[in-house]
């Protein structure tokens, strides 16, 4: 069984640009959660989706969003990105409130 | 911010000794999860403690959530160099504490 994939493993963008990482869950597993974690640093959460609509969300900006698709899949969006958005961008999935699992992580620099 | 407050940020440890990290919520908790990632890894899932007072082993790792269900432990007895991680601990909302470092030096 497949776990959690993320793509892209890896993306550089400018300042200023907009960045979506994408997420595919565990088949069957309706919940995605999206967290940030800066290099050396804990994981901070961003967005709780499940069943298509946003559950919970962080402390982060708007520009900080998201989506999840019929198919249990999510999209993160970052616009207008800062140099302080470099980060490993992970995605985690579960079937209600069960145990979550993580995907590898998207790296996204900012330059 | 985050709900749950994790110390200390940082261990390093002789092999072989013990290794303790705390986890501190201001609010009762219906659960409590812990996790552990590897250097360059992802976080993996350890153990989920929900009833008061539990305790729960696994080989050298033993998780307590307290009385109250407000704080959390994971003691490693006699680290090993396969131990080096960073150990996370998650509320029931999915929120995580910034987690312990541990070193273990062999």
């Known amino acids: 069984e497949a776990g959690v994939t993320q793509s892209p493993t890896h993306l550089i963008k400018t300042r200023g640009q907009q960045a979506t990482l994408r997420c595919s869950p565990i088949?069957?597993?309706?919940?995605v959660y999206w967290y940030q974690q800066a290099l050396g640093l804990g994981l901070q959460f961003l967005l709780w989706y499940d069943e298509g609509e946003e559950r919970n969300r962080g402390n982060f900006p708007p520009r900080f969003s998201g989506r999840q698709f019929p198919n249990y899949s999510s999209e993160l969006n970052v616009n207008a990105l800062e140099l302080e958005d470099s980060a490993l961008y992970l995605c985690?999935?579960?079937?209600?409130?069960?145990?979550?699992?993580f995907g590898e992580g998207s790296w996204l620099t900012v330059v | 911010g985050q709900q749950v407050m994790q110390i200390p940020q940082y261990q390093h440890v002789q092999e072989g000794e013990d290794f303790t990290t705390y986890c501190n919520s201001s609010t009762t908790l219906s659960n409590i999860q812990w996790y552990k990632q590897r250097p360059g890894g992802h976080p993996v899932f350890l153990i989920q403690?929900?009833?008061?007072?539990e305790v729960k082993k696994q080989k050298r790792l033993t998780f307590q959530f307290g009385e109250a269900k407000k704080n959390s432990s994971l003691h490693i007895t006699a680290t090993q160099t396969t131990d080096v991680g960073t150990y996370f601990c998650?509320?029931?909302?999915?929120?995580f504490g910034a987690g312990t470092r541990l070193t273990v030096k062999p």
């Open positions: 998650a509320d029931n909302d999915m929120r």
């Open positions: 985690a999935s579960s079937q209600g409130w069960n145990t979550i699992y």
């Open positions: 088949s069957g597993h309706t919940s």
């Open positions: 403690l929900v009833k008061s007072g």
